[in-house]
């Protein structure tokens, strides 16, 4: 059942206080609201997909490269640690932390790219908007309801985890990619308002750092795997440096895959101690004694520390620079959006050739209503399914390595 509110944080998301589910269900009688909102999303199939998915690294080029669904495996361990220190439901952390990725297409950014502009006619593409309409519409599992039908909290969480996406006088707010808030998150705001002007819970906020907490470390461990980077290069990273010499030369004769292990586990471990030192100041600052406090508040109150946010930003442009755009990998994305570009473009063209049962209960009638159709559609594939299909429709398919 649900953690004792009397554990619980004054400002933490209380389940009793929950705003409940745009359709009304029965309570269960063994599980939270947000215990069944991570069970939901664990069972569904977006989740499974998650397996054949990748981050930066290809499905076929190992077993030890992360997937989509090892990373948020990853990202919830993370997140349940900082929930329990800071005194927040751990249910609701997790099933945000599990339910990021969910709309992320085959071969990561890269296709969310090519889907993107494919479809700028008809609104682009957006994962952030996409998990919102895996988890309210695309996932077809109940008598009653298309969609999961979670909380409310949940599906706040899941839209605002990166802040507030409109200002309090309805203006849209500011973004880092500078784009317009996607209209399927608008539509659903307008039947099950979802606060779009306010932060999103602590719970919300948790997940989302432990996300960059995740990937931060992990690009490391695959990088240095993939042997796209080395130590050395590593140390020219101030933050991984400080670590290296911390580690001295009791790791340095040790086998590569022990001493990588260390330093990864070094980083999560100053990581995840920082944002619980940083948020814990800011909370004595801000001093909110219930959830709305949090939601009203100028700014994110789970953030890294100002000087450990500078050194992260230097391991980013490392990463940028030495792994996201190494050439091997610069070319395997290159194909990997052509693939995308290549399916949708056909399957506009010659719908009648969607595998299985798929197309049967869509509206492929009308040029839009199709274009939409077949971007749900080519977004939901994995990484696996993306390539054998373009094997099947084209006399020649890019080689992803």
């Keep these: 059942m649900a953690i004792s509110a009397e554990i619980l944080a004054p400002y933490a998301s209380h389940v009793a206080r929950s705003r409940g589910r745009l359709i009304d269900e029965p309570d ?19 989740f499974r997909r998650l397996s054949y998915k990748t981050q930066v690294f290809i499905y076929h080029e190992g077993d030890h490269y992360r997937t989509r669904l090892t990373h948020s495996l990853e990202v919830s361990q993370i997140a349940r640690v900082l929930a329990r220190v800071l005194r927040i439901d751990e249910d609701l952390t997790e099933a945000l932390a599990l339910a990021h990725d969910l709309g992320h297409t085959p071969f990561g950014h890269a296709g ?91 719970e919300a906020q948790v997940a989302a750092i432990a996300d960059d907490i995740a990937y931060n470390a992990h690009d490391i461990d695959d990088g240095l795997r ?66 709305a406090d949090i939601q009203s508040a100028s700014q994110s109150v789970v953030a ?25 990998i610069v070319r395997i994305i290159q194909s990997a959006e052509d693939i995308v570009l290549d399916l949708f473009q056909y399957y506009v063209e010659h719908p009648q050739t969607i595998p299985g049962d798929w197309a049967k209960n869509r509206d492929l009638t009308g040029d839009n209503q199709r274009r939409s159709a077949i971007r749900d559609f080519v977004a939901g594939m994995t990484d696996r399914f993306a390539a054998n299909e373009h094997a099947r429709l084209f006399d020649v398919t890019p080689e992803l390595r």
């Design 28 to 46: 269960s009688t063994t599980r939270s609201h947000f215990q069944r909102d991570r069970d939901r999303i664990v069972h569904c199939t977006a």
């Design 112 to 202: 969310e790219r090519a889907l993107d502009e494919a479809t700028r006619d008809i609104g682009g593409f957006d994962h952030n908007a996409q998990s919102l309409r895996v988890v309210t519409e695309l996932e077809q599992l109940y008598r009653d309801f298309d969609g999961l039908n979670l909380t409310w909290e949940t599906l706040e969480g899941l839209v605002k985890h990166n802040g507030p996406l409109m200002q309090p006088d309805d203006s849209p707010a500011k973004t880092l990619s500078g784009k317009s808030i996607p209209l399927p998150i608008v539509n659903y705001s307008r039947k099950h308002d979802l606060a779009l002007h306010q932060f999103a819970s602590v």
């Design 226 to 291: 993939a042997e796209l980077i080395n130590f050395e290069e590593l140390a020219s990273v101030p933050l991984v440096r400080d670590l290296l010499l911390e580690m001295g030369q009791d790791y340095e004769g040790l086998e590569h895959s022990r001493r990588l292990y260390e330093l990864k586990r070094r980083l999560i471990t100053q990581l995840v101690n920082d944002v619980i030192a940083e948020t814990e100041r800011r909370l004595d600052q801000l001093n909110p004694g219930s959830l």
């Design 304 to 328: 890294f520390s100002e000087s450990l946010e500078k050194q992260l930003d230097e391991l980013r442009s490392f990463l940028f620079s030495f792994v996201y755009r190494h050439p091997r």
